[in-house]
């Protein structure tokens, strides 16, 4: 990935449904990925919000920006794969939508994982929150880093 070419730039042309969706990448560092779904009518569900689908194509794609962010120095030795997620609806979702992902553990000791040959697994909290700030989805993905071989 060159310089000029951010981490929302290499996913959102990387992966079609981000761009189906209109899904936008505000913030994509190591510490934190935000990304933003707006309100589209052809995407509600039968309450007149965003359907499951796309909020989990939303938090899938915070948590998968913060992985290659945080890990994207690695990615000519592993593959960042998900294992497992679950997401838990606390709040009707209802317009434009965010989603915050942030890494549960720190970098360093994935990376260290990874040199002693392990496939490091480390889990990435996403919150989902509607405009006026009440959290309306929390998803949690354990992802890995695959060492080539």
């Known amino acids: 990935m060159s310089t000029e070419t951010t981490v929302g730039d290499?996913?959102?042309a990387s992966v079609p449904m981000v761009r189906t969706l209109g899904i936008t990448y505000l913030e994509t560092t190591a510490?934190?990925?935000v990304l933003s779904l707006p309100d589209?009518?052809?995407y509600h569900n039968h309450i007149g919000g965003p359907h499951a689908g796309a909020m989990f194509t939303l938090a899938e794609s915070a948590s998968g920006a913060i992985v290659v962010?945080?890990?994207g120095d690695q990615l000519h030795r592993a593959v960042p794969l998900p294992v497992t997620t679950q997401m838990a609806f606390k709040k009707v979702a209802k317009g434009d939508l965010t989603?915050?992902?942030v890494l549960a553990r720190p970098i360093a000791e994935v990376v260290a994982e990874l040199d002693e040959?392990?496939?490091p697994e480390f889990p990435v909290?996403?919150?989902i929150r509607r405009a006026d700030g009440d959290v309306t989805s929390e998803m949690?993905?354990?992802?890995?880093l695959r060492p080539n071989s």
């Open 10 to 12: 290499m996913l959102s």
């Open 31 to 33: 510490e934190r990925a």
């Open 40 to 42: 589209q009518a052809e």
């Open 69 to 71: 962010a945080a890990f």
């Open 99 to 101: 989603a915050t992902a």
């Open 117 to 119: 040959g392990k496939r």
């Open 125 to 127: 909290q996403v919150e």
């Open 140 to 144: 949690s993905v354990v992802w890995t």
